[in-house]
């Protein structure tokens, strides 16, 4: 028995469709590679315990790299993969496309 035709992109969107997932995904790909407090601080109002799931889950499919460097104290940091980076000109898609929904040229600011 074959898979349906759409279950590639039904895998897709529910691994990156979970709540602050997308968002998440946008700060690291505007932002660049970020320590945890940092990205926490970019992603306001995200508890410690969700993002810490999220990016564990990202980095399981391996959308999101965690770097550790065994300083005092450790530091770790969160960046795209390269299959993370695949999902860049879709979400500048979706931010310009929130820019002109909602007519917010702040939005439309960060989408550059």
Known sequence: MTEPESAPLEKLLNQISG?????????LDT?????FGELRRKVDGISPKV??????MLEAIGIVRR???PTIPPQVTYQL?????????PLYHL???????YGDKSIEDRCT
Do not use: F, P
Request: include cysteine.
């Open 31 to 35: 932002k660049g590679a970020l320590r």
């Open 19 to 27: 709540q602050w997932t997308m968002y998440i995904l946008w700060v």
């Open 67 to 69: 770097d550790y460097e």
């Open 81 to 89: 993969t390269d299959r993370g980076k695949d999902l860049s000109e």
């Open 51 to 56: 993002l810490t799931e999220r990016l564990r």
């Open 95 to 101: 931010c310009d496309l929130a820019s002109r929904w």
